[in-house]
């Protein structure tokens, strides 16, 4: 039987294609919403059985907040977290605030799937490989952990960092020409150049992965507009 569920992301591009995905598979998708505030409002209001909720930075404070407002008003809704992989302080807060699972932002569908149907039981829906790493992590500390996101951004001009944040706002190619004031077959160009520098074959994995990694919340703190 299918999950009656909501998707919530900031990134209304992945909150779409999500739901998309899990209504092809038989789901009952209430909503994909991609507010920049007032997710736990929009949970309790529709109040599914389970909430995809997505973060791009779950170490930031206050990041689970929307997961404690859902739980005290909405104890029956199952909140699964989607995003990066953070530190095991990351995942137990994530647990501690009341959610049910923590799915990485890359996993295959399957896996999110199995993880809303775990949840809708009530059982604990995390991946033996995430908790492999925390234990890894807590009993080996990296001096200087890889920061992907940071790497990635030093790959991008500013002027690709900005046809980047568009792609993830869900922008075609002649919206992203008219709002940079280029033709659309330069706009095509610094397309074609941000997912070969990216490493990625879509527009939908290029702003999953700069989802996943805080890419583009880095770009807005450290570089400035394009001239």
């Known amino acids: 039987m299918g999950v009656r569920l909501m998707v919530v992301d900031d990134h209304r ?36 059985e389970v909430c995809l909720l997505g973060t791009a930075a779950p170490a930031e404070p206050g990041a689970f907040e929307p997961v404690v407002r859902i739980k005290k008003e909405r104890p029956q809704v199952a909140v699964v977290v989607l995003g990066p992989v953070p530190s095991p302080r990351g995942i137990a807060a994530a647990f501690a605030a009341g959610a049910s699972g923590y799915v990485r ?21 995390v991946a033996p490989q995430l908790l492999q790493g925390a234990f890894a992590e807590l009993l080996n500390p990296a001096a200087q952990p890889d ?6 951004l030093r790959m991008l001009t500013p002027r690709e960092v900005e046809v980047l944040m568009r792609v993830a706002d869900g922008e075609d190619t002649r919206l992203i ?8 077959s330069t706009a ?30 880095r770009a807005a703190t450290h570089h400035a507009p394009p001239p």
């Open 177 to 184: 020409a008219a709002g940079m004031g280029i033709a659309p």
């Open 13 to 48: 591009l992945l909150a779409e294609a999500l739901a998309s995905a899990l209504k092809l598979r038989g789901h009952r998708v209430l909503a994909a919403a991609a507010p920049s505030a007032g997710a736990a409002e929009l949970v309790v209001s529709r109040a599914p």
């Open 147 to 152: 920061d992907e996101g940071s790497r990635l």
């Open 105 to 125: 932002h890359d996993e295959r569908i399957e896996g999110v799937e199995r993880a809303m149907v775990k949840a809708r039981a009530g059982e604990a829906a």
């Open 188 to 217: 095509r160009t610094h397309v074609q150049r941000v997912l070969m520098k990216l490493g990625v074959g879509s527009r939908l994995e290029a702003a999953a992965l700069a989802a996943r990694t805080g890419l583009l919340e």
